[in-house]
């Protein structure tokens, strides 16, 4: 673990162990706080739930609905097509926002494909995952720039835009250069965009999310809400270290339009899922 990450975690225990571990501080500055999450951006990624997701699609969604969340980011169709994850989400009036497709997919043959995919579930986002590991350097990443501008032209011209996620290991400074910021910097704002993972951000020692959202305005429309247990492993949204309500506060600057909900491991997603929801629709920030 590195010293920054050392640091950040640190500073996450002690806000944690004073204000009680997933509860939104009640000093009299944060009483007054009065912006919450739209209901319309509250939603769920779905590889939280790949799980029932493998042996009950549509009751999966339908759980999900039945929670209150508004909208969903696609992550594997378990043997479906796009146009069947479309009926199944009108069933269930949820919304999908964004696939995550591979960036071998998106830098080659299967782009156009993936872009008529996007429209026929109702998104407006086309998501890279992650990056090969033999790209993980700054020439690596400025090679991905290029190929980010390129793929995102074409995006935008089909009505969509390219989004990036990130890991831990995106965030890594070689040879003194951060490679994230390379991705933030290379590429051009008004065709690259970035869904950034907070978990990660804070687990790879980043710029803290709300600093980010002012260094860099507009180019965050999605998030992925996940908590960092005391021992940085994943938790339940609001049951973590993570200061959440911190993150927000410059959300609006950093163009953040959907709050999706991600657990990489559950042990109950639907449960997660829950607690997760709970705690989201009642922050104030």
Not at 26 to 32: G, K, N, P, Q
Not at 95 to 119: C, F, S, T
Request: with cysteine; hydrophobic share 40%.
């Amino acid at each position: 673990m590195d010293r920054t990450r050392r640091t950040f975690l640190g500073t996450a225990v002690g806000i944690a162990a004073a204000a009680g571990l997933g509860t939104v501080p009640a000093s009299a500055s944060e009483a007054r706080r009065c912006r919450r999450i739209p209901p319309s951006g509250l939603g769920m990624h779905l590889y939280t739930m790949r799980t029932p997701l493998s042996t009950d699609f549509r009751g999966t969604l339908e759980r999900l609905a039945e929670i209150g969340y508004a909208t969903v980011g696609v992550s594997g169709r378990h043997g479906h097509s796009a146009a069947d994850i479309r009926r199944m989400l009108d069933g269930t009036r949820l919304r999908a926002v964004l696939e995550h497709v591979g960036y071998d997919i998106v830098k080659g043959a299967g782009l156009p494909q993936a872009l008529e995919d996007i429209h026929t579930l109702g998104g407006k986002w086309i998501v890279v995952p992650s990056l090969p590991g033999s790209l993980h350097s700054p020439a690596g990443y400025r090679e991905v720039a290029k190929e980010f501008n390129r793929i995102g032209l074409a995006a935008r011209e089909s009505g969509l835009k390219l989004l990036y996620h990130n890991h831990g290991t995106d965030h890594q400074v070689v040879d003194g250069v951060s490679l994230y910021d390379i991705l933030l910097t290379e590429t051009d704002p008004e065709l690259v965009g970035f869904e950034l993972d907070l978990y990660w951000a804070a687990n790879g020692g980043a710029s803290a999310p709300g600093e980010l959202f002012v260094r860099h305005p507009r180019r965050f429309p999605a998030l992925h809400v996940k908590d960092m247990a005391p021992n940085g492993d994943f938790a339940d949204v609001g049951s973590g270290v993570l200061d959440f309500p911190a993150m927000f506060d410059t959300a609006r600057q950093g163009g953040v339009k959907q709050w999706l909900v991600e657990h990489d491991a559950p042990a109950d997603p639907f449960a997660s899922a829950l607690a997760s929801y709970t705690y989201l629709s009642r922050l104030r920030y």
